[in-house]
């Protein structure tokens, strides 16, 4: 009895809605949203929070596009590698000489002399007989020892124009030196 009930008020429904449409879907109950009023389609801005996760989350994607090309066209510094231990003599070339560069504090207010394989060099001819000396190389690396009163201005000029040359920078320190002896 309960199936025929059902039955029946199921076939009631779909007759009545067919009335109106052919679809089955509408409801003939639509009159009531006539009568709400229609509310604006943007009737204030957004909260406060919405809107400051946005702007910063699009500050935040800029900040990191830019900081990528920043990277890529800005400086990158000098590479400079310190010694922890002179190599063994059986792991390097035998007829390779180290190009070593010294710099050596002269006096007060004047300019530190600098020294390449123990040669005095002046700071002007430094660029064009570093280049000669790197060309007779095969491996590229010039080892930089400055004294310990030198300003780091005057032992960064020295790393600054070995790397300008594409040659690797080895710093020499006190704890080399003193293993070496």
């Given at each position: 009895?309960?199936?025929?009930?059902?039955?029946?008020?199921?076939?009631?429904?779909?007759?009545?809605a067919?009335?109106?449409?052919?679809?089955?879907?509408?409801?003939?109950?639509?009159?009531?949203?006539?009568?709400?009023?229609?509310?604006?389609?943007?009737?204030?801005?957004?909260?406060?929070?919405?809107?400051?996760?946005?702007?910063?989350?699009?500050?935040?994607?800029?900040?990191?596009?830019?900081?990528?090309?920043?990277?890529?066209?800005?400086?990158?510094?000098?590479?400079?590698?310190?010694m922890?231990?002179?190599?063994?003599?059986?792991?390097?070339?035998?007829?390779?000489?180290?190009?070593?560069?010294?710099?050596?504090?002269?006096?007060?207010?004047?300019?530190?002399?600098?020294?390449?394989?123990?040669?005095?060099?002046s700071?002007?001819?430094?660029?064009?007989?570093?280049?000669?000396?790197?060309?007779?190389?095969?491996?590229?690396?010039?080892?930089?020892?400055?004294?310990?009163?030198?300003?780091?201005?005057?032992?960064?000029?020295?790393?600054?124009?070995?790397?300008?040359?594409?040659?690797?920078?080895?710093?020499?320190?006190?704890?080399t030196?003193?293993?070496?002896?």
């Amino acid at each position: 009895m309960l199936v025929r009930f059902v039955r029946a008020r199921y076939r009631c429904r779909v007759s009545a809605a067919t009335d109106i449409t052919d679809s089955e879907s509408v409801s003939q109950h639509f009159q009531w949203a006539q009568m709400l009023p229609l509310k604006p389609a943007f009737s204030a801005l957004p909260s406060f929070g919405l809107t400051c996760a946005l702007v910063l989350s699009w500050l935040v994607m800029f900040h990191m596009v830019f900081y990528e090309f920043g990277r890529r066209f800005g400086s990158k510094g000098l590479a400079v590698f310190v010694m922890k231990s002179v190599p063994q003599p059986d792991h390097i070339d035998r007829w390779a000489v180290p190009l070593v560069l010294k710099v050596k504090r002269a006096g007060t207010n004047l300019p530190p002399k600098l020294y390449m394989n123990s040669k005095p060099l002046s700071w002007d001819e430094l660029n064009d007989r570093l280049r000669a000396e790197l060309d007779k190389q095969a491996v590229k690396v010039v080892y930089v020892e400055a004294d310990a009163d030198v300003s780091w201005q005057d032992a960064l000029r020295a790393v600054d124009a070995a790397c300008w040359l594409h040659a690797k920078v080895v710093l020499l320190t006190s704890a080399t030196e003193s293993k070496h002896r």
